[in-house]
């Protein structure tokens, strides 16, 4: 029941690269406007139009009176269409509870986030689910599939949720399995794949509802280091072809550095952040660790 | 300390301990209850013959009282190693924290020695009330005049309770001690994260599985109704063995099947949370179709008996106004083949015919020695009428034959090789119908009438009428005076049991014709709740003690009288009694079915809670969460109801058949009642797993 329509996917993945040149071919210098300028960093310019994700000074405080932890401490910054983004920063810093903050699983204390647009921190949770559903795709550390469901299943459950036709999801299954190679894998439950395939059915899942922002928090945290590569050139992948938003959180510079961007924070704050340019990675890998090194003092926390 | 900590695990796990608490308290609370009817006695009024029944019912109860013990054993046993293997990872903590196993035992042991101790006090407390209630529904039934408020209480009730729950509480003490010590401490500690490889069958397999039980068990329905349950030969066996197997089969395949046949149609499989769904109960059914079954066929049981008890009762005191028309009835059933009128005893070698020169000398008048005996008869009866029957040589078969009926190969059939046919005179018959006020009936010289009122054998002689209108009898052929059968009762019983009488001219009978019995059937001067205590009394003085047809034994003028006020009570009571087992039996069992299902579901949900932990993650909203938890819920409680509710229905259709020879039988209603009752408690069950499990799986969720 699951053959793959291969014609179909091909067809689907140039159509990505089509789009991506062509919009390549359109980005143009853009002002950013509400970025927190932190002084002596340089500016990101970033490409494309209008942000996707733009946090603008949010706190989240955990605990009450006498037993507070300022977890996030006045964060802002935008990640525009298209672009790959990494979060690094030592364990503690309040990365994750960025991430949950943005993907509404935890609520802000105070500040905004706007994602496609929308203020997502005054939303009700019934609309919480749509957007969780309709903007998100999400991909965690432990690899959070289904263990009931295959590989094949747990990819179209982001889509049975939706309603799609049965149709349209064969064919749009079928077409992310083969960009992320895991068409072999699909009618696999999960107990039966390794942790690399296991994450990249997660990715899967996360981009096929075509999000406007894909979230990964140590997506490559339990991996081994070749499993790691792999997912990583997936993303990169995708980012590419299928012009995915990302944004990642990770302690590892190796993984940080096949993205574009990377922000660090620190006490639940933004630091400084980082642009690749027209870098190769191993140059951006190396300017990477003289941030982490700076920050992490002793060093050994963070990486 | 270590009871301090027990108090508030109990506190804090309250959410599973409830449905625990509760089903050990309706099992305490109903055991107690049914166990103290015996004590009903002390504050009740009751006749002679109900306190027979209440003795009877209280032997009944203790009896059932083993089997219920063990039934609840098996629940609590089970109930408590669920409730030990959820806290698995809280153990794992206190062993991890450097307390020694046996300290960690010993918190298991107060926490059940705590619920035990406080679900059979309030337990208790709960079957004393529900006693006091008891009290009044006997009283309804057996028609007693409760004046002022009662109180009730059975001190050896109680104890037996105590006893029984020690037993069982010290048994579960035992299981979970034992089962702690068998942890190790890295299972307990890694208890969450477990990563239970979800066993495989092939689809396919459980297609043809599924439709090898339905096989199985549509064989064993028509087995069954084949069989009839008139003889309990191999074939009930081989019927009751594959309805078993099959159910056994049927739960083991159900979720492939459903499975394979919703992932056949991909528009429904693949919408919303199906599949999740479908691929839950799928991953679960290894585990759990065992207990499955057992409770399917449990309900199967309870609903049966249930039902079919109540039925029982139902049909003795529908049909008990048709067959108690006569105030009362004196028979007797004569010793030997070979007695007649002439004043001629047989020879014997006992003393059997000791009675016999009496007899002959009242002239074979029950009435006349009777009325000596009891100088003050009259003033108690009005009416009486003696009816004689004799021996024709002939069986019942025989009289088929001659009809050409084809008997049926049942039961019935089988003994009408034996019975003998026996036949009365039409003046006698008359005057039986005078006793009822109908018109008499004229034979003429050479006529004949059937009479018989035996619900199974009827069909014989309404066929036999049906076919032809003569019959060869005494030498002499008679013609059908009326080619309907005659349907009035012959004596005040229980139940219509005259299995065929012709109704013959006087002039076939003379004096040397033999005897088969003898039968007066009479009417009261009064009402006869008035007359009756003084015309029994009198009836015993004169003829005090037992009569049996052993040596020197009473025969004559009477060997067996019964009342319809008797047979009243005795339906009263009987109906009393089956009703008490019904719902005694019946109740534990339904209670239990739907404790387990509701431990395994909840069970079951707080292993789920990650997964719909990650629906929600990714997006999906709660209803639709909501009801992926519903449906899952719903399969688990209904299939098993579903099933055992078909059983039932086939069983039961075979009971009503069986019953049905005491007549009328109307299964509608006490189906309906015991129906409604039982799906009011299992709805209550089931919607407290349904809000329990979705509150855990919504508590642990994202805002
Ligand atoms: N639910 C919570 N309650 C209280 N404090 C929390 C909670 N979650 C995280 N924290 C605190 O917030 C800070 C940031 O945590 P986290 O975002 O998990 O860091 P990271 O993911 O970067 O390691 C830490 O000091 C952590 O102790
Ligand atoms: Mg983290």
């Known amino acids: ?303 | 300390m270590y009871f301090k900590l027990a108090l508030g695990n109990v506190r804090k796990s309250f959410r599973d301990y409830g449905i625990y608490f509760i089903t050990l308290l309706f099992g305490v609370c109903v055991f107690y209850a049914f166990n103290s009817i015996a004590s009903q006695q002390a504050v009740l009024q009751f006749s002679e013959s109900q306190n027979r029944i209440i003795e009877l019912l209280a032997g009944l109860i203790d009896g059932t009282s083993v089997f219920i013990a063990i039934i609840l054993g098996f629940l609590i046993v089970y109930a408590s190693r669920y409730l030990i293997r959820r806290r698995k990872k809280e153990f794992g903590t206190y062993l991890t924290l450097g307390m020694p196993v046996g300290k960690v035992s010993r918190i298991v042991v107060y926490e059940t020695l705590l619920v035990g101790v406080a679900s059979l006090l309030v337990g208790l407390a709960l079957g004393i009330a529900i006693s006091q209630a008891l009290l009044y529904v006997t009283a309804a039934l057996f028609t007693i005049q409760v004046d002022a408020l009662m109180f009730v209480f059975s001190y050896e009730a109680m104890i037996k309770t105590i006893i029984y729950f020690g037993v069982i509480f010290f048994i579960t003490l035992v299981f979970n001690v034992f089962s702690i010590s068998r942890y190790k401490l890295i299972d307990l500690i890694n208890a969450d994260r477990k990563n239970e490889s979800i066993k495989l069958r092939s689809l396919p397999l459980s297609v043809v599985l599924f439709i090898i039980s339905l096989a199985l068990i549509g064989t064993a329905y028509y087995l069954l109704i084949d069989n009839g349950l008139v003889t309990f030969d191999s074939q009930f066996a081989t019927s009751t063995v594959l309805v078993c197997v099959g159910t056994l089969l049927f739960f083991y395949s159900l979720s492939g099947f459903l499975l394979r046949a919703v992932q056949s149609n991909r528009k429904l499989y693949f919408r919303g949370l199906n599949m999740f769904v479908l691929r839950q109960l799928n991953s679960k059914i290894n585990t759990t179709f065992i207990s499955i079954t057992l409770v399917s066929m449990a309900l199967f049981l309870a609903i049966t008996s249930t039902c079919g008890g109540t039925a029982l009762a139902n049909a003795f005191t529908q049909n008990l106004a048709a067959n108690t028309q006569y105030d009362a009835t004196l028979s007797l059933t004569l010793p030997g083949q070979n007695v007649d009128r002439t004043g001629q005893a047989p020879k014997d070698e006992g003393n059997r015919y000791s009675w016999y020169p009496q007899a002959a000398a009242d002239n074979f008048d029950m009435l006349t020695t009777l009325k000596r005996s009891i100088p003050e008869w009259d003033t108690y009866v009005s009416n009486a009428a003696q009816m004689n029957s004799y021996q024709t040589g002939m069986t019942m078969k025989d009289l088929a034959d001659q009809g050409q009926v084809t008997v049926k190969d049942d039961i019935y059939g089988q003994s009408m090789d034996q019975a003998s046919l026996n036949a009365i005179t039409v003046s006698e018959f008359n005057k039986q119908r005078t006793l009822l006020g109908l018109e008499p009936v004229d034979l003429g010289s050479d006529k004949f009438l059937l009479w018989c009122n035996f619900e199974e054998i009827k069909y014989v002689y309404e066929q036999f009428l049906a076919k032809s209108n003569t019959l060869n009898i005494f030498d002499t052929t008679l013609t059908a005076a009326s080619n309907t059968l005659e349907t009035m009762p012959d004596r005040t019983s229980s139940i219509a049991g005259n299995t065929g009488i012709v109704v013959v001219p006087d002039h076939l009978i003379n004096e040397k014709t033999p005897l088969a019995s003898m039968t007066l059937n009479l009417m009261y001067s009064g009402e006869r709740a008035d007359v009756e205590p003084k015309f029994e009394s009198a009836l015993y003085a004169a003829f005090p003690g037992p009569s049996s047809i052993s040596d020197n034994a009473r025969i004559w003028p009477f060997m067996t009288s019964t009342t319809a006020m008797q047979m009243e009570e005795q339906a009263s009571g009987l109906t009393a009694l089956i009703a008490y087992l019904a719902v005694y039996i019946g109740f534990i069992l339904l209670v239990t079915c739907a404790a387990i299902l509701a431990l395994q579901q909840l069970s079951e949900a707080a292993d789920n809670v990650s997964r719909y932990h990650l629906l929600e993650e990714i997006g999906v909203e709660r209803k639709m969460t909501s009801k992926a938890v519903l449906v899952q819920i719903a399969i688990y409680f209904l299939f098993p109801l579903i099933v055992a509710f078909c059983h039932s229905l086939v069983a039961l259709n075979v009971v009503v058949k069986v019953v049905s020879m005491y007549g009328y039988l109307d299964i509608a209603l006490p189906l309906l009642m015991t129906v409604g009752a039982f799906l009011v408690l299992y709805l209550a069950y089931f919607l407290f797993t349904f809000f329990a499990s979705r509150t855990m799986l919504n508590q642990k969720a994202v805002v």
Not at chain 1, 91 to 113: A, E, F, P
Not at chain 1, 229 to 255: G, P, R
Not at chain 1, 259 to 281: A, C, M, N, P
């Open chain 1, 1 to 303: 029941m699951y053959e793959l329509n291969a014609l179909e996917a091909k067809s689907l993945f140039q159509k990505g690269k089509k789009m991506t040149e062509m919009l390549i071919d359109k980005i143009e210098p853009v002002t950013t406007a509400g970025l927190q300028q932190t002084p002596g960093i340089e500016t990101y310019v970033p490409a494309g139009g209008q942000p996707v994700l733009h946090c603008e000074n949010i706190e989240k405080v955990y605990g009450s009176r006498g037993n507070i932890t300022r977890a996030l401490d006045g964060i802002s910054f935008n990640v525009n269409k298209g672009e790959y983004v990494a979060i690094m920063g030592a364990s503690g810093s309040g990365k994750t509870t960025l991430l949950n903050c943005i993907s509404s699983i935890d609520r802000v204390t105070s500040g905004h986030i706007y994602v496609a647009g929308r203020d997502i921190t005054n939303l009700r949770s019934k609309q919480l689910s749509q957007f969780r559903r309709d903007d998100l795709g999400f991909i965690f550390q432990d690899s959070n599939i289904l263990d009931t469901l295959t590989a094949y299943e747990n990819i179209a459950l982001a889509l049975t949720i939706k309603k799609v036709p049965h149709r349209e999801i064969e064919m749009r299954v079928a077409a992310v399995a083969e960009h992320l190679s895991i068409t072999d894998t699909l009618k696999k439950f999960p107990y039966q794949l390794s942790g690399g395939q296991k994450q990249r059915v997660a990715a899967a899942r996360a981009i096929i509802t075509n999000p406007s922002l894909v979230l990964a928090d140590e997506p490559t945290g339990a991996l081994d280091s070749k499993s790691a590569k792999m997912l990583l050139e997936s993303f990169d992948m995708l980012n590419k072809n299928l012009l995915a938003t990302i944004l990642m959180v990770t302690h590892d510079s190796f993984a940080a550095s096949y993205t574009k961007r990377v922000i660090f924070i620190q006490d639940g704050k933004i630091f400084t952040e980082l642009v690749r340019g027209d870098q190769s990675r191993k140059e951006f890998f190396n300017r990477i660790i003289e941030v982490v090194s700076f920050l992490g003092g002793e060093n050994n926390d963070v990486l």
